[in-house]
């Protein structure tokens, strides 16, 4: 099974037709714009775990959820791009389904607009927590 991070990178490359995987969709922390990558990006950090939940039943099994952190940035100056950018990747992300994962929820019901940088570009961030059994 894939980890948080490129299932969530995966999912929106799928599901977001302004994103590509490589392009501009990255697993991995947030990286300064260069020749690889462009201003407008979007960055899926595995962002660590708090501890599982066991679930009663006779065997047991554990809820355990996984999140993921997602940067949204947008091009230089384009604060309107990169909000709808953000939105969209909410958008694709509210009911989603990912294979190995029970549910998918983001921790709030849009981005959250994070600063401008120096560069004159905008962020946005976006939590997402995945539930396993294990």
Known sequence: MATPDTA???YL?????????????????????????????????????PPAEILAGP???ELAPKRVRLTV?????DFEGGQTLARSVVS???GASITGYVRLSASCAG???VR?????????LIVVTLLIME
């Open 8 to 10: 969530v990178r995966d």
């Open 13 to 49: 490359n799928t599901n977001v037709a302004a994103l590509t995987t490589g392009a501009n969709l990255f697993a991995g922390k947030a990286r300064p714009a260069d020749a690889y990558v462009p201003k407008e990006a979007v960055f899926c950090l595995d962002s660590g775990s």
């Open 59 to 61: 065997s047991n099994p």
């Open 73 to 77: 940035r947008s091009g230089s100056g």
């Open 92 to 94: 694709a992300l509210h």
């Open 111 to 113: 981005p959250l607009y």
């Open 116 to 124: 401008q940088n120096e560069d004159n570009t905008h962020e946005w």
